[in-house]
């Protein structure tokens, strides 16, 4: 019996993830553009809609970027009016990112998009929660043996 080739495309994890995540991604482009977002965009917003306001540090910690990263995102998010961006009344040095009313209200169109995208998957709810929870693992190990931005 051949052993398998532990160099092909096809046996390799990150090759796996890479293709699930653009193609994934991808799935969300016509659900959020009529809403004005970009999934990364989309992703702040669902940070804001945990927490708001917040810091531009937390936010970033909680989106896994660095707030230089960041900055344009929120830019553009306040262009359109879905939040605004102060200095902190407590710490001059904190950016404040606070949602709008605009933003508020987007979350109510916002709450179909996982039912949107589990259909266009075809997965049944129990298989999309195993993923996720697979690939909170694959995070937290590779947490551990990275350092984050």
């Known amino acids: 019996m051949t052993q398998p080739n532990v160099l092909a495309l096809e046996n390799q994890v990150c090759f796996a993830?890479?293709?699930?995540?653009?193609t994934t991604v991808a799935l969300y482009k016509?659900?959020?553009e009529p809403l004005g977002l970009t999934h990364p965009q989309y992703l702040v917003m669902l940070a804001l809609w945990e927490q708001d306001p917040r810091t531009l540090?937390?936010?970033a910690?909680?989106?896994r970027l660095?707030?230089?990263t960041l900055s344009p995102l929120l830019k553009r998010l306040e262009a359109v009016g879905y939040l605004r961006r102060e200095r902190s009344t407590t710490d001059e040095r904190a950016l404040q990112v606070t949602l709008t009313e605009h933003g508020r209200q987007l979350r109510r169109i916002a709450e179909t998009i996982p039912e949107r995208v589990a259909r266009s998957l075809e997965m049944s709810p129990e298989s999309l929660?195993?993923?996720r929870d697979s690939l909170t693992e694959v995070i937290q190990a590779t947490t551990a043996v990275t350092p984050r931005p």
């Open 30 to 32: 016509p659900i959020l």
């Open 66 to 68: 660095e707030p230089a």
């Open 57 to 59: 540090r937390s936010l």
């Open 17 to 22: 993830l890479t293709v699930a995540a653009r």
């Open 61 to 63: 910690d909680a989106l």
């Open 129 to 131: 929660i195993a993923l």
